[in-house]
T-cell receptor
Framework: KNEVEQSPQNLTAQEGEFITINCSYSVGISALHWLQQHPGGGIVSLFMLSSGKKKHGRLIATINIQEKHSSLHITASHPRDSAVYICAGLTDKLIFGTGTRLQVFP | DAGVIQSPRHEVTEMGQEVTLRCKPISGHNSLFWYRQTMMRGLELLIYFNNNVPIDDSGMPEDRFSAKMPNASFSTLKIQPSEPRDSAVYFC???????????FGEGSRLTVL
């Protein structure tokens, strides 16, 4: 069992839909990262959070420390949101989830 | 700022050859990470440096892999001798502190024939 697990592995959506990607972890972490990797391969850090909620544009990330769970929400999804989304928990190093591949169709 | 710069972007080499990947972190960032990404294993941390000192190299697969950071603006990851199973995308990332936001380079895609 991976220490950081994501669901779903694959997700398809129609443009405009509300999207949720989940991340659960079984180890103690000091922070959690959400990363985005586009088909071209580059990785961009979306959020780093250790409690509560953060919002950036149409993206919202939440974390529940007690439940060891984080979610990434995308409101009004758009085809350009199509990417792999990766969560990573920070212990003494980053432990990565396996990623969620999102495809948003027009 | 130019961001984290990696070179080469693509490398194709033959088994047994030495491979050197290079990374220039963002100026002012104190921590530098080398990651490897494969289809089978996803993203894996190989090694990270804090203030140019290797802190955790437990992810380095074996003695064929070595990494150096001679100064705050440059790091190398070397594979000698390379093997086909080393084929992957190698990412370098830097951050202002170990708990800070990560900034990734665009990766070096290595193919070992």
């Amino acid at each position: 069992k991976n220490e950081v697990e994501q669901s779903p592995q694959n997700l398809t959506a129609q443009e405009g839909e509300f999207i949720t990607i989940n991340c659960s972890y079984s180890v103690g972490i000091s922070a959690l990262h959400w990363l985005q990797q586009h088909p071209g391969g580059g990785i961009v850090s979306l959020f780093m959070l250790s409690s509560g909620k953060k919002k950036h544009g149409r993206l919202i990330a939440t974390i529940n420390i007690q439940e060891k769970h984080s979610s990434l929400h995308i409101t009004a999804s758009h085809p350009r949101d199509s990417a792999v989304y990766i969560c990573a928990g920070l212990t003494d190093k980053l432990i990565f989830g396996t990623g969620t591949r999102l495809q948003v169709f027009p | 700022d130019a961001g984290v710069i990696q070179s080469p972007r693509h490398e194709v080499t033959e088994m047994g050859q030495e491979v050197t990947l290079r990374c220039k972190p963002i100026s002012g960032h104190n921590s530098l990470f080398w990651y490897r990404q494969t289809m089978m294993r996803g993203l894996e941390l190989l090694i990270y440096f804090n203030n140019n000192v290797p802190i955790d190299d437990s992810g380095m697969p074996e003695d064929r892999f070595s990494a150096k950071m001679p100064n705050a603006s440059f790091s190398t990851l070397k594979i000698q001798p390379s093997e086909p199973r080393d084929s992957a995308v190698y990412f370098c990332a830097s951050t202002r502190s170990i708990i800070g936001e990560l900034f990734f380079g665009e990766g070096s895609r290595l193919t070992v024939l």
